[in-house]
């Protein structure tokens, strides 16, 4: 399977404090994304990364790419408890195409004011 | 507003009775596609499309149909639901272009089968 896998599972943190949340994917890509999810609620993309990148910044996101190691980290810094929701990555493989994407199972992000 | 509508967001039905959940999107994608989300399973994809009358079956289709008459709609059809079809579903749709594939997704759909 081309799922990526998201670690932890679940994290909780502190208000203020930075949460970083881990990829790994299995297969060679053309872009990898991120996604929060609020409970029960649709997707909402964050940020995209080439795999000719390797890092990029959104606001307090900041996305790094090792296509070497087939994985990824999103980095949220000074967290806020809007910030709790779950988070997944999404690659494409480059056998199936640029718009099928894979997500993971999610990391639970709780953040405690 | 730029936007993908899913209807109906809460459905409730008995097995074996046909039901539609309908998928619209603004945006003039290209791609649409339909996803269902299970506890510890995550998203997997049923169908998805390319374009006007071309779809093709994504990792769980079975039970499920699709079809893209319109470019903005992209209905799901469970012609007899079984219980195991019991999930949160997604409509998502993007661009074609690789690098601007960024998908939007609709509030989603939960269905149960009794």
């Known amino acids: 399977s081309q799922q990526g896998e998201e670690d932890p599972q679940a994290l909780s943190i502190q208000e203020g404090e930075n949460a970083t949340m881990n990829c790994s994917y299995k297969t060679s890509i053309n872009n990898l994304q991120w996604y929060r999810q609020n409970s029960g609620r649709g997707l909402v993309h964050l940020i995209l990364?080439?795999?000719?990148?390797r890092e990029k910044h959104s606001g307090r996101l900041r996305v790094t790419l090792d296509t070497s190691k087939k994985s990824s980290s999103l980095l949220i810094t000074a967290s806020r408890a809007a910030d709790t929701a779950s988070y997944f990555c999404?690659?494409?493989?480059?056998?199936?195409?640029?718009?099928?994407?894979?997500f993971g199972t999610g990391t639970r992000l709780t953040v405690i004011p | 507003e730029a936007q993908v509508t899913q209807n109906p967001r809460y459905l409730i039905t008995v097995t074996g009775k046909k039901l539609t959940v309908t998928c619209s999107q603004n945006m003039n994608h290209e791609y649409m596609s339909w996803y269902r989300q299970d506890p510890g399973l995550g998203l997997r994809q049923i169908y998805y499309?390319?374009?006007?009358?071309?779809?093709d079956k994504g990792d769980v289709p079975e039970g499920y149909k699709v079809s893209r008459k319109e470019k903005r709609n992209f209905p799901l059809i469970l012609e007899s639901p079984s219980p195991n079809q019991t999930s949160l579903y997604f409509c998502?749709?993007?661009?074609?272009?690789?690098?601007?594939?960024?998908?939007?997704f609709g509030p989603g759909t939960r269905l149960t089968v009794t």
């Open positions: 990364i080439r795999s000719n990148e």
């Open positions: 499309s390319m374009n006007v009358e071309v779809t």
């Open positions: 999404a690659t494409d493989g480059k056998q199936t195409g640029a718009n099928n994407l894979f």
């Open positions: 998502a749709s993007s661009l074609l272009a690789s690098g601007r594939n960024e998908q939007y």
